[in-house]
């Protein structure tokens, strides 16, 4: 641009601000963070990018490098691969079974006139929008973009065919295999879009199906039954038809048994009124949190305009999914869910594909308060009144600073068997009481500590604080349910044993520490 190779970065650093982009199916993003004060900057340093990008060919060749680098770690990630078989599998003609960042045979053969000439089409005022979000005033910023893209003209920007994909007419199943130790298996099926009116009931049952452990799946698939160490459900919805999907992380014994109960599930169609009530709150909740920064905010706005042409979109999607009822969900439980247009995808461990069967640069300034208790606990109290959330964090000294060689994982262990019953509470129940107002449980654990976190609606603190009390304080560690931890907790080393980032860090650990807990 008129900026050199590294001033766009140092200029931003400078004022105390991030930038960074990102690639989706349908869109790429640019995005600064920064003092509010320095809005000019980011929107010259972005209106700069639009339309005086040089390209120059050293460079290219500098990030053609890295975006080898990503496909590679792509095709060593087990998480990255199930999830490219899945969207290659579910869908046959549409671009959404491509992967976002390419085909590396392809990719390479692309130059740097494909690039320009990309830029040059694409990279117009009218396919173009900002979105700017702060403590600004609204009509001088119109006034600096239209200053700043006065000289930018319109394209002709021709239309780009999307094929259509076909309706899908009998079950698929894919089943490829890797170097891991565990299964990672998807059920799909295709939906609607963002824009119909579906959509809201698809949500729901996503979320009375498997968010959460008070949820469907869970309950049945993790806890019950042990037959996954994880399970969740979730709806994608872009513009385009999209999918809901079932993902479970499974042992290789277990994987078919796993999908059938997963089936059987899924055909109970007896969902509740109190369910769909739950899973409304945390969606509210959900979507709260997401707001809490300047950039989901930004982010919220430009995703309704690009996606539904309606900037205020989110404002409707909560107004209807209020109007959800468990009529509506199960309606579309039996419309969508159906067999003949399954889709099933496993990656396995290698020889057993076969089927059986923010970065922050500024800090906001706030008082926060230190209060000591007569029993030696501390509080620590910020007031924040700009959303009716509360996050609690409880932290215990510990973590692996703590543990001894024959000890190690004992406190990550200890941190999620605590959420596994009470004397007056067992662990459905510790669950049922936090997420069926919209809040969540969870632990932690780390190399000098430990603990539980709790996020929750302001007008459910009293609640929240006495689960999070009675957890804290009588915790049974029920020996069946800390057995089921510890076979989750050895499932999640195993996992990360076959990601090679993870492995490195813990190879670097070792050699830097030899004696230390730390390694």
């Known amino acids: 641009t008129k900026r050199g190779v590294a001033q766009i970065a140092q200029e931003i650093e400078a004022h105390g601000g991030y930038i960074n982009a990102y690639t989706s199916f349908e869109q790429t993003v640019y995005y ?30 500098k990030e053609k490098q890295v975006i080898h680098r990503e496909m590679a770690m792509n095709q060593d990630n087990p998480d990255r691969r199930a999830s490219l078989l899945l969207f290659h599998t579910a869908y046959t003609t549409h671009p959404y079974r491509h992967p976002i960042i390419g085909y590396r045979d392809i990719y390479d053969r692309t130059t740097r ?3 320009v000439a990309y830029y040059r089409r694409h990279y117009v005022p009218n396919n173009l929008m900002f979105v700017v979000v702060g403590d600004v005033n609204a009509d001088e910023v119109f006034r600096e973009v239209e200053t700043l893209t006065k000289d ?17 007419l009998g079950p698929r199943r894919r089943d490829q295999d890797m170097a891991v130790q565990l299964t990672q298996a998807h059920l799909a099926w295709p939906i609607p879009p963002l824009t119909h009116p579906d959509v809201y009931a698809l949500d729901v049952l996503a979320i009375i199906l498997g968010d959460g452990r008070s949820s469907r799946l869970y309950r049945e698939i993790v ?18 038809p999209g999918l809901f999907a079932v993902s479970a992380t499974v042992d290789p014994d277990r994987r078919d048994a796993a999908l059938a109960a997963i089936q059987t599930e ?18 509210l909740s959900n979507h709260i949190a997401e707001l809490k920064t300047m950039r989901g905010q930004a982010a919220d706005i430009g995703q309704n305009e690009f996606l539904t042409g309606d900037p205020n979109y989110s404002e409707i999607y909560l107004r209807n999914l209020q109007r959800v009822t468990a009529a509506d969900v199960r309606r579309v439980a039996r419309q969508y869910l159906v067999a003949d247009r399954l889709t099933i995808t496993t990656l396995n461990p290698t020889g057993r594909a076969t089927a059986t069967a923010t970065n922050t640069a500024t800090a906001v300034a706030s ?16 007031e924040d009144p700009k959303l009716p959330l509360v996050d609690i964090r409880v932290l215990l000294q510990g973590g692996v600073l703590a543990e001894t060689p024959d000890r190690n994982g004992i406190t990550k262990l200890t941190a999620r068997s605590l959420l596994k019953g009470t004397t007056h509470r067992t662990a459905d129940q510790i669950a049922d009481e936090i997420e069926s107002v919209g809040g969540s449980m969870g632990f932690f654990a780390g190399n000098n500590s430990f603990g539980l976190h709790v996020s929750t609606l302001a007008s459910e603190l009293d609640r929240a604080l006495d689960v999070l009390a009675d957890v804290l304080q009588h915790p049974t560690f029920p020996a069946d349910l800390v057995e089921r931890e510890r076979a989750v907790q050895l499932a999640e080393i195993k996992a990360e044993q076959d990601k090679i980032l993870p492995a490195a860090q813990q190879l670097l650990r070792e050699a830097l520490f030899a004696t230390h807990p730390y390694r």
Do not use: S
């Open 367 to 382: 008082d926060i308060q230190k209060i000591q208790l007569p029993n030696g606990l501390r509080l620590l109290v910020r």
């Open 113 to 115: 006139d494909d690039v």
């Open 152 to 168: 930018f003209t319109m394209g002709p920007l021709p239309p780009v065919y999307i094929p259509p994909e076909p309706p899908q």
């Open 223 to 240: 806890q019950n039954r042990g037959l996954a160490h994880t399970v969740n459900a979730w709806c994608w919805t872009p513009r385009d």
């Open 32 to 61: 600064i963070d920064l003092p509010a004060a320095h809005w000019r900057v980011a929107l010259d340093i972005l209106a700069d990018c639009m339309m005086n990008a040089t390209i120059p060919a050293d460079e290219l060749e």
């Open 266 to 283: 899924l055909q109970k169609h007896d969902y509740t009124d109190e369910e769909v009530a739950k899973a409304v709150k945390i969606t």
